[in-house]
């Protein structure tokens, strides 16, 4: 079995990349006592977390209710929109956030106008209202998709028997969200536990520093390895909590019926049903369309400076997603479960831990902004697999299961198979999680602040240093232009495996 | 000569034995209840199938062989067919699973298609093929792959009447002329009657060796009879 010798090997240098970096940490951590600062920093992140996880979940609920009972014009447009956010570049949502939720922004204006106190889009407040735009869509995604499992029998058989809406809560909705609320918690509770680039955006300052944005601080303003190296252990001992949190919680299944026409029957509640679909459509496409409606004239008179950053950040984006693809691809078709367990795993660990393993292991040999694209594009790499690896395990479980014994019976070979059978068949996936995997490589913000030096940066981070300096308007203007790499890039790969397979999907279907 | 020497199948308060023999260029049906175990009789001959005992083919032990290096073709209720491929492909991957052809290869390809009546829709997907047509593209590849043993496990189950005779009467035919042995699942008396003059009987744990068919449906044994309904 060369194919599982293969996906071992995969899963174990997956492993190694995410492990070594931790050993080298561990080394070099200064054992001294916790300070108060980093007290502080584990507090808030949990803190954050926490609050993020349940408003976006709270939120989600109603959403999610009201597009499972609807069926209305433009309703694929608002799933469509639903997830946007995964691909947006964080910086990109960060600055819209900002235009919307800022001291001068729209959402400021009528509060003031209705009376209300201002709200703050730094702090505490900005953190969780950005990390509530990422992961509403996807809470909501997560318990449409339960939703939209309930079979319709049991939904008719409620209808038949005048089931009110008490009832029908009771009966249906409530077992429901029991079953699915705990896994969508969890996995917005652990997004949140490593999202860098928001807490390095709108956090900061005392009270609102993340163990992630310490560890940057303690490196790059401090020069204290002892300390960043120390709390990176406690980011570590975070992820640890947060797998096995996620062996404790049901994970959701995200299918892909997104589209499947809803079924309803009797009442009511038609009005605040459209009001709330409005409202999340409004909050998920508000901060983007001010971001595009500001940024698009300053597209054409970006500096030189940003050119050159969106040329590596292409390059970092496409070797990152071939990469992700590779490892990805040996899991999916050689793999059990223990390889896929790994990939999966690479969820809850903390891009910045990994940065600060490779920097403090490479920093004695040679100068680590050499080494800033090549490490960007690896650790992105890794940090797409379990996205990738979604896609890609079950569509290699089909091929196995449809075509396995025929692939057997004619004698193919294990490679000829590979080219003729499995890879062909799997080819919308394939496109999906390249696509998947280059647009997060395109948008992220995280290890590249480490390793980068002023020649040396991708387009996030020089537009986050054009940001910094108060540019705004080039800023906007780079916004566009990663908005437009990055939504790009998974429409390109995405675009290339629907094309291969829609007529063979269509064959599928025809065939069972 | 097929031979199963010992056979046996065991899975949880499940199991099946076979002792028996099949003469070469024999028309075998396979019948019994359902779950007796008629398609794990055939996945033990294909090599799907773990097993203890022995299957001989001319006197030598296959069972060892994986299932695209033994004697034998087998035509699956569904999924003959990659969907992602044209029929000519399709058909191409029996002469060499590789599907890297010469030009020797290719004309032979498309005499067999030529055969089944589908010499114009050599490039066309399964999916944008009726069902009879898809069943005939897998009967083109059944052809050109000269393996001497035929199984068929609910073949063309999914045809109408006339459609699933007429792609029986082909696959005898193509039997027939390559001196080809073969075993067929069925659940019709009817199909048996005619095609096969021998009837391997499955039930209770046990695939008997085969018997005259016409003796086997005019008298059958109370497994059988419960299943038949008569």
Same mark, same amino acid.
């Given at each position: 079995?060369?194919?599982?010798?293969?996906?071992?090997?995969?899963?174990?240098?997956?492993?190694?990349?995410?492990?070594?970096?931790?050993?080298?940490?561990?080394?070099?951590?200064?054992?001294?006592?916790? !300070?108060?600062?980093? /007290?502080?920093? =584990? %507090?808030?992140? &949990?803190?954050? #977390?926490?609050?993020?996880?349940?408003?976006? +979940? @709270?939120?989600?609920?109603?959403?999610?209710?009201?597009?499972?009972?609807?069926?209305?014009?433009?309703?694929?447009?608002?799933?469509?929109?639903?997830?946007?956010?995964?691909?947006?570049?964080?910086?990109?949502?960060?600055?819209?956030?900002?235009?919307?939720?800022?001291?001068?922004?729209?959402?400021?204006?009528?509060?003031?106008?209705?009376?209300?106190?201002?709200?703050?889009?730094?702090?505490?407040?900005?953190?969780?209202?950005?990390?509530?735009?990422?992961?509403?869509?996807?809470?909501?995604?997560?318990?449409?998709?339960?939703?939209?499992?309930?079979?319709?029998?049991?939904?008719?058989?409620?209808?038949?028997?005048?089931?009110?809406?008490?009832?029908?809560? !009771?009966?249906?909705? /409530?077992?429901? =969200? %029991?079953?699915? &609320?705990?896994? #969508?918690?969890?996995?917005?509770?652990?997004? +949140? @536990?490593?999202?860098?680039?928001?807490?390095?955006?709108?956090?900061?300052?005392?009270?609102?520093?993340?163990?992630?944005?310490?560890?940057?601080?303690?490196?790059?303003?401090?020069?204290?390895?002892?300390?960043?190296?120390?709390?990176?252990?406690?980011?570590?001992?975070?992820?640890?909590?947060?797998?096995?949190?996620?062996?404790?919680?049901?994970?959701?299944?995200?299918?892909?019926?997104?589209?499947?026409?809803?079924?309803?029957?009797?009442?009511?509640?038609?009005?605040?049903?459209?009001?709330?679909?409005?409202?999340?459509?409004?909050?998920?496409?508000?901060?983007?369309?001010?971001?595009?409606?500001?940024?698009?004239?300053?597209?054409?008179?970006?500096?030189?400076?940003?050119?050159?950053?969106?040329?590596?950040?292409?390059?970092?984006?496409? #070797?990152?997603?071939?990469?992700?693809?590779?490892?990805?691809?040996?899991?999916?078709?050689?793999?059990?479960?223990?390889?896929?367990?790994?990939?999966?795993?690479?969820?809850?660990?903390?891009?910045?831990?990994?940065?600060?393993?490779?920097?403090?292991?490479?920093?004695?040999?040679?100068?680590?902004?050499?080494?800033?694209?090549?490490?960007?594009?690896?650790?992105?790499?890794?940090?797409?697999?379990?996205?990738?690896?979604?896609?890609?395990?079950?569509?290699?479980?089909?091929?196995?299961?449809?075509?396995?014994?025929?692939?057997?019976?004619?004698?193919?070979?294990?490679?000829?198979?590979?080219?003729?059978?499995?890879?062909?068949?799997?080819?919308?996936?394939?496109?999906?999680?390249?696509?998947?995997?280059?647009?997060?490589?395109?948008?992220?913000?995280?290890?590249?602040?480490?390793?980068?030096? #002023?020649?040396?940066?991708?387009?996030?981070?020089?537009?986050?240093?054009?940001?910094?300096?108060?540019?705004?308007?080039?800023?906007?203007?780079?916004?566009?232009?990663?908005?437009?790499?990055?939504?790009?890039?998974?429409?390109?790969?995405?675009?290339?495996?629907?094309?291969?397979?829609?007529?063979?999907?269509?064959?599928?279907?025809?065939?069972? | 000569?097929?031979?199963?020497?010992?056979?046996?199948?065991?899975?949880?308060?499940?199991?099946?034995?076979?002792?028996?023999?099949?003469?070469?260029?024999?028309?075998?049906?396979?019948?019994?209840?359902?779950?007796?175990?008629?398609?794990?009789?055939?996945?033990?001959?294909?090599?799907?199938?773990?097993?203890?005992?022995?299957?001989?083919?001319?006197?030598?032990?296959?069972?060892?062989?994986?299932?695209?290096?033994?004697?034998?073709?087998?035509?699956?209720?569904?999924?003959?067919?990659?969907?992602?491929?044209?029929?000519?492909?399709?058909?191409?991957?029996?002469?060499?699973?590789?599907?890297?052809?010469?030009?020797?290869?290719?004309?032979?390809?498309?005499?067999?298609?030529?055969?089944?009546?589908?010499?114009?829709?050599?490039?066309?997907?399964?999916?944008?093929?009726?069902?009879?047509?898809?069943?005939?593209?897998?009967?083109?590849?059944?052809?050109?792959?000269?393996?001497?043993?035929?199984?068929?496990?609910?073949?063309?189950?999914?045809?109408?009447?006339?459609?699933?005779?007429?792609?029986?009467?082909?696959?005898?035919?193509?039997?027939?002329?390559?001196?080809?042995?073969?075993?067929?699942?069925?659940?019709?008396?009817?199909?048996?009657?005619?095609?096969?003059?021998?009837?391997?009987?499955?039930?209770?744990?046990?695939?008997?060796?085969?018997?005259?068919?016409?003796?086997?449906?005019?008298?059958?044994?109370?497994?059988?009879?419960?299943?038949?309904?008569?």
């Amino acid at each position: 079995m060369a194919g599982r010798a293969l996906a071992l090997i995969t899963a174990a240098a997956v492993a190694a990349l995410a492990l070594g970096p931790l050993l080298v940490v561990a080394g070099s951590a200064d054992a001294g006592a916790m !300070r108060p600062a980093d /007290w502080a920093a =584990l %507090r808030f992140t &949990l803190v954050q #977390a926490a609050l993020s996880a349940a408003i976006s +979940c @709270l939120l989600a609920v109603p959403v999610a209710r009201a597009l499972a009972r609807r069926a209305f014009p433009g309703r694929g447009v608002v799933v469509a929109l639903m997830t946007a956010p995964f691909i947006l570049p964080v910086i990109v949502a960060v600055l819209g956030l900002v235009a919307v939720f800022g001291r001068a922004g729209a959402a400021n204006a009528v509060l003031g106008w209705v009376g209300l106190p201002p709200v703050s889009i730094y702090g505490l407040s900005g953190v969780v209202t950005a990390h509530v735009f990422f992961n509403l869509p996807l809470a909501a995604r997560l318990i449409l998709a339960g939703w939209e499992a309930v079979p319709a029998e049991r939904l008719r058989l409620a209808a038949s028997l005048g089931a009110g809406p008490w009832a029908t809560f !009771r009966l249906i909705e /409530w077992p429901l =969200l %029991r079953t699915v &609320l705990p896994g #969508a918690l969890a996995v917005v509770f652990v997004i +949140c @536990l490593t999202s860098f680039a928001v807490a390095l955006t709108l956090g900061g300052g005392p009270r609102a520093t993340t163990v992630e944005l310490a560890i940057y601080e303690a490196f790059l303003f401090d020069f204290d390895t002892g300390r960043a190296a120390r709390l990176a252990l406690i980011q570590a001992a975070l992820g640890l909590g947060a797998v096995g949190l996620g062996l404790l919680v049901p994970m959701p299944r995200l299918a892909g019926g997104l589209g499947r026409a809803p079924r309803r029957w009797g009442g009511g509640g038609k009005a605040l049903d459209a009001v709330l679909i409005a409202l999340a459509a409004l909050f998920v496409a508000a901060p983007v369309v001010a971001v595009v409606l500001r940024g698009a004239v300053h597209v054409a008179a970006l500096p030189p400076s940003v050119w050159v950053a969106a040329g590596n950040s292409l390059l970092t984006a496409a #070797a990152s997603a071939a990469l992700c693809l590779l490892l990805a691809l040996a899991i999916a078709i050689g793999g059990g479960r223990l390889e896929e367990g790994v990939g999966t795993t690479a969820i809850a660990i903390s891009p910045l831990v990994i940065g600060t393993g490779l920097f403090l292991a490479v920093i004695p040999f040679v100068d680590p902004a050499e080494l800033a694209l090549p490490v960007t594009g690896m650790v992105n790499a890794v940090m797409a697999l379990p996205f990738a690896l979604r896609f890609l395990v079950p569509a290699a479980r089909r091929i196995r299961a449809t075509q396995g014994r025929l692939s057997a019976s004619l004698g193919m070979e294990r490679w000829t198979r590979l080219r003729i059978v499995t890879l062909p068949g799997m080819r919308r996936e394939i496109g999906a999680a390249a696509g998947i995997a280059a647009a997060l490589s395109m948008g992220d913000l995280g290890v590249i602040a480490f390793f980068a030096d #002023a020649e040396r940066a991708t387009l996030p981070l020089q537009m986050y240093r054009l940001m910094g300096a108060y540019r705004m308007d080039e800023a906007m203007g780079a916004a566009v232009l990663l908005t437009a790499l990055a939504f790009g890039a998974f429409r390109l790969c995405d675009g290339w495996g629907a094309r291969g397979a829609g007529r063979a999907w269509r064959v599928r279907r025809a065939a069972a | 000569m097929l031979r199963l020497e010992g056979v046996r199948v065991e899975r949880e308060g499940w199991f099946l034995r076979a002792d028996l023999a099949v003469p070469k260029g024999a028309a075998v049906a396979v019948m019994g209840p359902s779950g007796a175990g008629k398609s794990t009789l055939l996945s033990v001959i294909g090599g799907f199938e773990e097993h203890a005992g022995h299957v001989l083919w001319e006197e030598a032990p296959i069972d060892g062989l994986p299932p695209g290096r033994r004697p034998v073709a087998t035509l699956f209720q569904d999924g003959n067919l990659f969907p992602h491929l044209s029929a000519r492909r399709n058909v191409a991957l029996g002469v060499r699973p590789d599907g890297r052809l010469g030009a020797r290869d290719r004309a032979r390809v498309d005499a067999a298609l030529e055969d089944a009546g589908l010499g114009r829709f050599g490039d066309r997907l399964p999916g944008d093929l009726s069902g009879g047509q898809m069943a005939r593209v897998a009967l083109a590849r059944i052809a050109v792959q000269d393996r001497p043993i035929l199984l068929l496990d609910e073949a063309f189950s999914g045809l109408g009447p006339a459609l699933k005779a007429e792609m029986l009467d082909r696959t005898v035919r193509l039997a027939a002329e390559g001196g080809r042995t073969l075993l067929m699942v069925t659940h019709e008396p009817e199909d048996a009657r005619r095609i096969c003059p021998e009837t391997i009987l499955v039930a209770e744990g046990i695939a008997h060796r085969p018997v005259g068919t016409e003796a086997l449906l005019s008298d059958p044994p109370e497994a059988l009879r419960a299943y038949l309904g008569t």
